[in-house]
């Protein structure tokens, strides 16, 4: 069974046939047919504004729009009831920061870790 070819061999070959075999002249109609090539390439199509688009972008314009005055009409009280839950939302935020940024640091540098592994491994096996 033959040993397969490797990168240096395989570059090797490739530099002695580009030395040894005889240069031949390009053929003169090469460009004609390059350029009739290029100039044949269509031309981008026009922009198409489908009804897809237009249902979309409604359902989402009547979305927003119901969003917006749902926010523009709530009653006082429940305005009051969601300023206090973001206030105590924040506070816990703040008060877990304490254990949560040296957890998502090291979550991040093992995330980071787990990426670098197999490339690692990868260049040792070389």
Known sequence: ???PVTP???KAVIENALHTYPVVPIPRDITVDVMARIQSIPATPRFRLTWNDFVLSSVLTICIAAVWFSLQNLPPLVVAQLRKESILL???LIVN??????V???GVAGFFAALTIPFLRRELRQ
């Open 90 to 92: 924040y506070q816990q």
């Open 104 to 106: 998502l640091s090291f």
């Open 97 to 102: 920061a304490r254990w949560l940024l040296p």
């Open 8 to 10: 240096e061999k395989q």
């Open 1 to 3: 069974m033959d040993s």
